[in-house]
């Protein structure tokens, strides 16, 4: 396991073992739900895995398999400045997972605004990894069934603290427009915003599909 760190791994459909189509799966996940992330182009992102194409075996072997991928890429990662969070199991052997650039979230850190929210939500703001534990925390806690979800964590998904203020207040009803996430402040920013992210994920997945690996998009996004 790890060959997609180096490589391009096969199509999971074309897999002759379970490991061989999990991997192909978790990869490709990684590139589609945290490639902006990956690319250097926001501070995190939330996301599940759930491996489907391997139809026989059952969820325990699944699950105790994408833990073992889990823990292999996330020291990969690691070494360019993006952190792997396991967050939780899933009854249907997924896993939801966080992916998130220390360097980006002390960005987010840099702006008074966003402090001020964070700090009345009752959140750290010394330091991206105390904020980032803290967020776990929440996250954890919600995925089992015992808060409700933290609205918060738009702030480090590069979300503007104008918007995520305004959703934290009534929910999204009062959007002007809805993208990538609910705007309540600038339009015309948030929807350039919206297009530049999705070249950005579009780059990803064609730079990976034209066999790019792992580790350059990692290098890319870490320069």
């Not at 739900?33 to 072997?61: C, E, H, M, N, S």
């Not at 001020?116 to 954890?140: I, N, Q, Y």
């Not at 705007?183 to 948030?190: F, I, K, R, T």
Request: glycine share 10%.
């Amino acid at each position: 396991m790890g060959q997609g760190i180096d490589g391009i791994v096969i199509d999971p459909r074309e897999a002759s073992s379970m490991e061989e189509c999990v991997e192909s799966e978790f990869v490709r996940t990684l590139v589609a739900q945290a490639g902006l992330v990956i690319f250097g182009q926001k501070p995190a992102a939330v996301f599940g895995f759930t491996p489907r194409a391997w139809k026989r075996g059952d969820a325990r072997a699944k699950r105790s398999l994408s833990a073992r991928l889990f823990s292999i890429y996330a020291r990969e990662t690691e070494r360019y400045g993006v952190s792997l969070v396991w967050l939780a199991n899933r009854r249907d052997a997924g896993t939801m997972l966080l992916a998130w650039r220390p360097a980006e979230v002390e960005t987010v850190l840099a702006d008074k605004a966003t402090c001020a929210l964070l700090a009345e939500v009752g959140l750290p703001v010394d330091s991206a990894h105390g904020l980032m534990s803290a967020l776990v925390a929440r996250l954890r806690s919600y995925y089992a069934g015992r808060s409700d979800f933290p609205h918060e964590l738009g702030l480090v998904l590069g979300y503007p603290v104008e918007d995520v203020r305004g959703f934290m207040a009534d929910g999204g009803r009062g959007a002007k427009v809805v993208g990538r996430w609910r705007c309540y402040g600038d339009v015309d920013s948030a929807e350039r915003r919206f297009s530049e992210l999705s070249r950005a994920e579009r780059a990803c997945k064609r730079l990976y599909s034209e066999g790019v690996p792992m580790r350059e998009l990692l290098r890319m996004g870490a320069a």
